[in-house]
């Protein structure tokens, strides 16, 4: 029974282990994910010097070129594609312009 025990506990992984099986992408993926988070704090910070407004506006046009090219492209994340079928009867598509006829 002791030895049963004893064989348990040695099979059980610990923190350290199981953190070394996770595949290498992902560690560079999160290095990747902290330096750009860290990046725009501090380019925030910096467009926040020049004036209160302008890392909004800059904000705002920054987010809407990215819903523009995936509304575009229709490579949004699939947990967004309900509300870009939304977007997409609104604004152009790749899709509705491969379809459209050529006009002579």
Do not use: H
């Not at 020049?50 to 809407?64: M, Q």
């Amino acid at each position: 029974m002791l030895l049963l025990a004893a064989l348990s506990v040695t099979n059980k992984l610990t923190t350290w282990e199981k953190m070394q099986n996770v595949p290498k992408e992902t560690w560079i993926s999160c290095g990747v994910a902290i330096l750009v988070l860290v990046v725009i704090i501090k380019l925030w910070r910096n467009l926040r010097e020049v004036g209160e407004v302008v890392p909004w506006i800059v904000f705002v046009l920054f987010g809407g070129t990215v819903i523009l090219y995936w509304t575009y492209e229709r490579t949004e994340p699939k947990v967004l594609a309900p509300i870009f079928d939304q977007l997409s009867r609104v604004l152009p598509s790749k899709i509705e312009y491969k379809e459209a006829p050529l006009i002579k």
